[in-house]
């Protein structure tokens, strides 16, 4: 995040420690749990940051992605990823057609029977980076490249494109550069588009079965017959919503299990505690505030939150997981946590489609973790490097060391 010239703290607020969350949040939880906010671009916004707030806007169907006025509504951040939606009039029609199309590709069963290949695929960076020889960035090393490489994979994007991917995806999430983002992204939707129409020219080319674009090429969902232009936006949306997000979870999840040693030990001893080692980090393994930008559609009378329509609502998902009324030691980090509701994946309508592909790709990574001997930070008194330049926050580099075979 960025300060202010005034020094007034402003929306979104920036964590003071790589696995904190920020001051603000814990005295706003202990109030009404909504307030209004100035944010950075000199708008305003209600701040909801306890869990049930969280829920019942997640459920609240006077809430959404979209705004009757896009270029005139209040935002966030000058940032593109905090760009309010279009097509107000029918954003819960398109909504739920767009989820009936991908609830079979991303459902839990299909993906589970992906496990194999995202195995190897870790497998293959973990060797190479073991042969670099510490240190090495779990960041750019690690985290980045794999998630990068499944939701490639999954969608079918061919490899010259998705060098292209990854720097759009950055330049949307960092401050000041929304013209930069939105020029390539318009690049890649032609580029994107392009890909759809060789697929179907030669139905039977190189490009045949290689994930969803294919699949939306050659037989698109009954539910959702939409124009190419469509459908390459959706392709940039699911690769903006399913890289970042999980690399910045497994790079994080990484700084709390080196930050809990007895922890990671325990994880590397007992296979059995990783599927709650992995929905810990999605709770407690934030960065940036996880903050979610919606709008009123309509007016909402609550009783202390006079909203009205084109309001803009600020979830902050990383409050809500840290409420001290739902979890126990709500701050503390701990693999064996239960239960644990957490609502890092959203809740209600826009409930993360990509849940089952995330938690798959987090399992996988903190497993691979354990072919490094005794892991551990390359410099026991490095503090966090945090990019302040990204409202989705994250690591900017973790450097990690083990212990090598003696020469």
Not at 91 to 119: G, V, Y
Not at 345 to 350: C, L, R, Y
Not at 371 to 378: C, M
Request: hydrophobic share 40%.
């Amino acid at each position: 995040m960025v300060d202010e010239p005034s020094g007034e703290p402003t929306l979104p607020y920036a964590c003071p420690w790589g696995t904190g969350e920020p001051s603000q949040f814990s005295e706003l939880r202990s109030g009404t749990g909504i307030d209004k906010l100035p944010t950075s671009t000199g708008d305003s916004a209600w701040l909801v940051t306890n869990y049930d707030g969280v829920r019942a806007m997640c459920n609240d169907l006077r809430v959404g992605k979209s705004h009757v006025d896009p270029p005139h509504a209040p935002r966030l951040w000058d940032a593109a990823l905090m760009e309010p939606q279009s097509g107000h009039a029918d954003e819960f029609t398109d909504h739920t057609r767009w989820r009936h199309a991908l609830s079979r590709p991303f459902s839990s069963r299909r993906l589970s029977q992906l496990r194999p290949r995202l195995e190897i695929l870790l497998q293959d960076i973990v060797t190479d980076r073991l042969a670099d020889g510490p240190p090495v960035d779990v960041c750019a090393g690690i985290a980045q490249p794999f998630a990068a490489t499944v939701i490639c994979d999954l969608l079918g994007i061919p490899q010259e494109l998705r060098p292209a991917l990854v720097q759009w995806s950055d330049a949307a999430r960092t401050y000041g550069m929304t013209e930069a983002a939105t020029a390539r992204r318009d690049v890649l939707l032609r580029e994107i588009d392009a890909v759809l129409k060789k697929i179907r020219d030669q139905p039977d080319g190189p490009l045949r079965d290689s994930g969803l674009l294919s699949d939306f090429a050659l037989t698109p969902p009954d539910s959702v017959q939409l124009q190419d232009d469509k459908l390459a936006r959706a392709i940039l949306d699911i690769f903006l919503a399913g890289y970042d997000t999980v690399a910045t979870r497994m790079s994080y999840g990484t700084a709390f299990l080196l930050d809990h040693p007895e922890q990671l030990a325990e994880l590397r001893d007992d296979p059995s505690l990783l599927d709650g080692a992995v929905e810990e980090i999605f709770r407690l393994a934030v960065p940036g505030g996880g903050y979610i930008c919606r709008y009123a559609h309509s007016d909402m009378p609550l009783p202390d939150a006079p909203i009205k329509a084109g309001d803009l609502i600020v979830l902050s998902f990383q409050s809500a997981n840290r409420d001290e009324q739902v979890f126990i030691d709500a701050t503390r980090f701990d693999v064996r946590r239960r239960p644990n509701p957490h609502i890092a994946f959203g809740h209600g309508t826009f409930y993360c489609l990509g849940a089952a592909l995330a938690r798959l790709e987090l399992s996988v990574y903190l497993a691979g973790l354990s072919r490094f001997p005794a892991l551990r930070r390359a410099h026991p008194t490095y503090e966090h490097d945090l990019a302040h330049d990204k409202v989705t926050g994250g690591l900017r580099q973790l450097l990690i060391a083990w212990d090598t075979p003696s020469a």
